[in-house]
């Protein structure tokens, strides 16, 4: 059974840093990805960055790009995001997320991931 579980959310303020990561298990599909994605109150889920399961490839939303660093730790099953320079925006609970599909068009469609954590959150505010 596959699962996930994310760590690492928060308070932030402006301009820091900080790690998510997401520990997974029970993934059986031999291609696909794993992904981070976001939900603001009112807002829709946004995709903040993608990793194939290979670790082959990334693709960053455009909101995180550039501060944005999403990675594989095989060892440990685990995928890591780092955002630096945070902004207020940037406050929303974020998702991991596992599925049968490719960064490039997973990441602008949510849907397309079938596994999902519950979340965490993360503020950033001064």
Known sequence: ???LVESGGGLVQP?????LSC???GITFE???????????GKEREGVACISKAGSSTTYGDSVTGRTAISGDRA????NLTMRNLKVEDTAVYYCAAGPTECWY???NPS???SWGLGTQVTVSS
């Open 112 to 114: 397309e991931f079938t």
């Open 106 to 108: 997973g990441l602008s």
């Open 15 to 19: 301009g820091d840093s900080l790690r």
């Open 1 to 3: 059974q596959l699962r």
């Open 76 to 79: 440990r099953s685990t995928v």
């Open 23 to 25: 520990a997974t298990s």
């Open 31 to 41: 291609q696909g990805a794993i992904a981070w994605f976001r939900q603001a109150p």
